[in-house]
């Protein structure tokens, strides 16, 4: 900061609140950029095929987007951003906070220690793809299986009786089991960060056949506390999954989002697809313990803090300041 004037500032929030005639009304978002900032740039991402058209002038009157992914630079060229303003910087995961080494599971009553425990987490909405799982879990397995699956998940925007109402959606799943149905544990309780950690590591996989995300932020903890990852293949989230350290789900094709969006796509992931890699993680079970280290491995190489930093902000800053910088120890 010189004279008053920043020289570079990162607005990190929805792209509707940039610059000084953004919607300030949400009350805890500060105009940004300030007045006078040199160098303006913006952090954005999106979960379905494209951008919010009120999201493309604001964009572009920033002098850098920083997008998390690959995916988001042909998503963000495709609605109308300027190429050369995009710049990929991907999201880093807290890989001291999410080691597996460092916690003791989470105590979730379970009824049994020998069960394969897939566990979800996610936001109760339909991008989520809550549906295409229960759906899959419940067709694929019956109580004679030996798996549960925990789901930890929040309202968004349910109203009131949200367990109830999650409760309802899953008895409706659960006709369509072969036989008695699989076990499930609900837990629709928020957790503390701290607590999180612990939540993973009682798990042996995690699981998520999302229609869409802006990066992932789940995936990527479950990945650092050494899990094996099912996880759609598209959008964001293809930045960190790949085979070898993950176990990618294939997608149908594209579908209108229903609802909010007009004329925005979403992935349609193959429930068929799902019940295979399900099964076999639950079949595999050494080698889903080897996935989960390969997993661990991935992102303490490529999306821990000091990875992103030395292997993506170094660079950047570097060509900006002429080469002045020389490591990450100097930001």
């Not at 020998?114 to 996610?122: E, I």
């Not at 409760?167 to 036989?179: D, V």
């Amino acid at each position: 900061m010189r004279r008053g004037r920043w020289d570079m500032v990162v607005c990190h929030a929805t792209p509707d609140v940039w610059h000084r005639d953004g919607a300030f009304g949400w009350g805890k978002v500060e105009p940004c950029p300030p007045a006078g900032t040199a160098l303006s740039i913006g952090r954005a991402m999106y979960e379905s095929d494209r951008l919010p058209e009120s999201w493309v002038s604001r964009i572009n009157a920033m002098d850098e987007v920083w997008v998390p992914s690959r995916f988001a630079v042909t998503q963000f060229i495709n609605s109308g951003i300027h190429p050369g303003k995009i710049v990929v910087v991907p999201e880093a995961v807290d890989t001291e906070l999410f080691d597996p080494s460092v916690h003791e599971p989470l105590e979730v009553d379970l009824g049994s220690s020998s069960l394969f425990r897939f566990l979800s987490v996610f936001k109760w909405e339909k991008r989520k793809g809550w549906d295409i799982l229960l759906r899959a879990y419940f067709q694929e397995f019956t109580a004679a299986d030996d798996v549960v699956l925990i789901i930890k998940t929040q309202s968004f925007h349910s109203g009131d009786n949200f367990e109830s109402k999650v409760k309802q959606e899953i008895q409706k799943a659960q006709e369509l089991s072969q036989g008695k149905p699989p076990r499930l544990k609900l837990l629709a309780k928020d957790l503390k960060l701290k607590e999180l950690p612990g939540l993973y590591r009682s798990a042996d996989a995690f699981v998520l056949p999302s229609r869409g995300e802006g990066w992932g932020r789940p995936h990527v903890e479950a990945m650092s506390m050494g899990l094996p990852v099912i996880a759609t293949n598209w959008s964001g989230s293809t930045e960190f999954l790949a085979d070898g350290v993950s176990l990618p789900l294939r997608i149908e094709g594209l579908e209108p989002v229903e609802e909010g969006v007009k004329g925005h796509q979403w992935a349609v992931p193959s429930e068929t697809h799902l019940r295979e890699l399900m099964r076999w993680l639950l079949d595999h079970r050494a080698q889903a313990v080897a996935l989960g280290e390969a997993a661990r491995r991935h992102m303490l190489d490529n999306f821990s803090p000091d990875a992103v930093i030395e292997k993506h902000v170094v660079p950047l800053l570097r060509r900006k300041t002429g080469g002045t910088r020389a490591s990450s120890s100097e930001l």
